[in-house]
């Protein structure tokens, strides 16, 4: 069944004064398995202190995007997670956004044509980018102090990446995932394996969004098989900023909890 949809209190994403606010920088890492040098914004929570550990959610773009959407196209990450950390309802973390194209020219103009180098960003991900961060941050390594969301096509990288890595990832977030999600038996072979390893799988989008049956196929083979799976109906929304900020707002509070 679709879990009961809470509204996000008014104001959790805009910015507020008189608050601690975060930093977001721009990295470049080396890509081993793409061959290039590719780039990530990093967002990191008021008063980061490098003797200090921090989690890590790896949060992913659409398939028009690039690791500016989050920030420049109505996402506001980095406002959403000053706010949480100034009402202390979220876990030490940083964000990273990457850049889910894997491919020599990963900009926004590939479009459709780019979808498969979105298929092997797994790759990418846990070989070049992971490793970068945890060596350039003061990171937890492990997977329980590590998770993966994203939108749209990035929600579907997120299940199937996260879900098949879960010595890596511990919480797996999908956010109006799009039709690149593989089916619920492809993503979820041992059941088993899934209650034990994984802590948390979040999923939301829009009641209005044609792409809903790729997150309720997944929830109804969870609820079949007894794995705890969260989906939430965002009433009368269709493919857009206001489900996915919802997604980041709700996903944050939960994580490395």
């Known amino acids: 069944k679709i879990d009961e949809y809470v509204a996000a209190p008014e104001g959790y994403d805009k910015e507020r004064e008189g608050i601690d606010h975060g930093t977001v920088q721009l990295i470049e890492y080396k890509s081993e398995s793409v061959g290039t040098v590719r780039k990530a914004n990093v967002y990191l929570p008021p008063k980061y202190d490098p003797n200090k ?78 490793p970068y961060i945890n060596s350039h941050f003061s990171t937890y390594t492990d997977k329980m102090h590590t998770a993966i969301a994203g939108l749209s096509m990035g929600g579907g990288q997120s299940l199937n990446f996260g879900l098949a890595n879960m010595d890596k990832f511990a919480y797996v977030g999908g956010f109006s995932s799009a039709p690149n999600t593989q089916r619920a038996a492809q993503l979820i072979p041992d059941v088993e394996k899934v209650k034990q390893e994984n802590k948390l799988l979040w999923m939301v989008c829009g009641g209005a969004d044609g792409l809903i049956g790729n997150s309720t196929q997944l929830k109804a083979f969870c609820d079949e098989n007894g794995i705890p799976c969260t989906l939430i109906k965002y009433p009368e929304e269709g493919h857009n900023f206001v489900v996915w900020k919802y997604g980041l707002y709700n996903f944050a509070q939960l994580i490395f909890k």
């Not at 020599?104 to 979105?118: C, I, K, L, T, W």
């Open 53 to 130: 550990k921090y989690s890590v959610l790896y949060l992913l773009h659409g398939i028009g995007g690039d690791e500016w959407e989050w920030m420049n196209d109505g996402g506001v990450p980095n406002i959403i997670m000053d706010n949480l950390y100034a009402d202390g309802k979220v876990a030490d973390m940083i964000v990273v956004m990457p850049n889910g194209r894997a491919a020599e020219n990963d900009s926004r103009a590939g479009g459709m044509a780019s979808s498969a180098a979105f298929g092997v960003f797994d790759k990418d991900l846990i070989g070049s980018l992971m």
